[in-house]
């Protein structure tokens, strides 16, 4: 089946320093990857959605300049948390439509994020 | 705007017992259903995919049906084991190649 590796699966970084993570999809061509942040307890939110090629749609309320997105090719996505605070601590996880467009997507493992 | 809720938020039950876990959201208009199961820490496993037109769908010990009219879907698990504990997710998509949106799950604990 269709796998989209990310990496890395923990960190934990200083307060003010940048920190990227990475999707990659295995077995397939990604055109399009879905950011997700979840906090405790709560749902899974989206962020933005990346499309290869072309800039990142962002929800409201994400700060683009925040979290930026990179798409550069079909088989990766970056997001990069800049000057990371604890309030940004979170787990952050991504995914793509694998098959046709009636079949289901795919996450990632998820990156657990800790800011201190 | 789509919410999803879905209910109990947490639930306790003793192995082998047979459980429901409730998915409602307010728009009827989407284009598919999926069920997931996210073990603490962990991403997301994928359990069930209905489409809009389906009504229902079945994997093993899972069933999960679609109510699209009244907005509503069920997660049966039959024979509960203890493996079974985890948090479950329901999500919906409006169209091909959207994003899905999430309910914030049932925390589900099976005891031994």
């Known amino acids: 089946g269709a796998v989209v590796s990310q990496h890395p699966s923990r960190v934990i970084c200083k307060s003010g320093t940048s920190v990227k993570i990475e999707c990659r999809s295995l077995d397939f061509q990604a055109t399009t990857m879905f950011w997700y942040r979840q906090f405790p307890k709560q749902s899974l939110m989206l962020m933005a959605t990346?499309?290869?090629?072309?800039?990142?749609?962002?929800e409201q309320g994400v700060e683009k300049d925040k979290f930026l997105i990179n798409h550069a090719s079909l088989t990766l996505s970056t997001l990069t948390v800049t000057s990371a605070h604890p309030e940004d601590s979170s787990f952050y996880i991504c995914s793509a439509p694998a098959g046709g467009p009636g079949e289901g997507y795919t996450f990632g493992s998820g990156t657990r994020l800790t800011v201190v | 705007k789509q919410e999803v809720t879905q209910i109990p938020a947490a639930l306790s039950v003793p192995e082998g017992e047979n459980l429901v876990l409730n998915c409602s959201f307010t728009d009827s208009a989407i284009y598919n259903l999926q069920w997931f199961r996210q073990d603490p820490g962990k991403g997301l496993t994928s359990l069930l995919l209905i489409q809009s037109s389906q009504r229902e769908q079945t994997s093993g010990r899972l069933n999960a049906s679609l109510d699209k009219s009244s907005g509503r879907s069920t997660l049966y698990i039959a024979a509960s084991q203890p493996g079974d504990s985890a948090t479950y997710l329901c999500?919906?998509?409006?169209?091909?190649?959207?994003?899905?949106?999430f309910g914030k799950g049932t925390t589900l604990s099976v005891s031994s």
């Open positions: 990346s499309n290869e090629g072309s800039k990142a749609t962002y």
């Open positions: 999500a919906v998509r409006h169209q091909a190649g959207t994003a899905l949106i």
